[in-house]
């Protein structure tokens, strides 16, 4: 497995709370991707980031923010969570333009 | 904008048969990707396979093939000797090369069970 660790796995917060959900990445790839999965929707890409500082938005950005300081670490904020943003979050890295995308195992955020 | 089509929302095979997904896509670019992604009830998404559009020949993995016919803009999915570890959902998705590599679009997916 691509060494792809996501957290929290669950997370249970209401709206109006800022949330921020981590990736974390041992491969030292340079592109880092966060998706969300919904229920006939398959999975949409909301941001990515090919490389430190280097990030834009991408299909459903609205409502979402991204850091990326360190090559390891892709963080996703939510500045003021909605009942909208109830999905799970997927991360993916790949090594280049070229490479498979592999995944992490998914975070489940629901938004009281 | 690419679309990716995944016309059967579930398929059920016997173990040890031979089943096919179905995968249309639309696109006018000339570089890109496809792929097929597995998630089984754990909710990991795993990698099946994957097809360079340049590239006439098939991909295979062990029990899973594609057939990619480019001007049909078609990518199906063939699992030879079906297992029950197969059972899960199989997601279709798209990403054009270059720099807007990896940005993927997804089908609707198709979930898939595997009868003992």
């Known amino acids: 497995d691509a060494g792809i660790t996501q957290s929290p796995r669950h997370k249970v917060t209401e709206t109006g709370t800022p949330v921020t959900l981590r990736c974390h990445q041992t491969?030292?790839?340079?592109?880092m991707y966060w998706y969300r999965q919904d229920p006939g929707h398959g999975l949409r890409l909301i941001h990515y980031?090919?490389?430190?500082?280097?990030?834009d938005k991408g299909e459903v950005s609205d409502g979402y923010s991204v850091s990326r300081s360190k090559t390891e670490d892709f963080l996703l904020t939510l500045e003021s969570a909605t009942s909208s943003q109830t999905s799970v979050y997927f991360c993916?890295?790949?090594?280049?333009?070229?490479?498979?995308?592999?995944f992490g195992n998914g975070t489940r955020l629901t938004v009281t | 904008a690419q679309t990716v089509t995944q016309s059967q929302p579930e398929m059920s095979v016997q173990e040890a048969e031979t089943v096919t997904l179905s995968c249309t896509y639309d696109?006018?670019?000339?570089?890109?990707?496809l792929f097929w992604y597995k998630q089984p009830p754990s909710r990991q998404m795993i990698l099946v396979i994957r097809?360079?559009?340049?590239?006439?020949q098939n991909a295979t993995e062990n029990r899973f093939s594609v057939n990619f016919q480019k001007a049909a803009k078609s990518f199906s999915l063939k699992i030879s000797d079906s297992q029950l570890g197969d059972t899960a959902m199989y997601f279709c998705?798209?990403?054009?090369?270059?720099?807007?590599?990896?940005?993927?679009?997804f089908g609707q997916g198709t979930i898939l069970t595997v009868h003992p």
């Open positions: 998705a798209f990403s054009a090369g270059g720099t807007s590599y990896g940005k993927l679009t």
């Open positions: 491969e030292n790839h340079r592109y």
């Open positions: 980031s090919y490389g430190v500082k280097d990030t």
């Open positions: 097809q360079e559009a340049y590239k006439q």
């Open positions: 993916a890295i790949s090594a280049d333009r070229a490479a498979p995308l592999h």
């Open positions: 696109t006018s670019e000339s570089n890109y990707y």
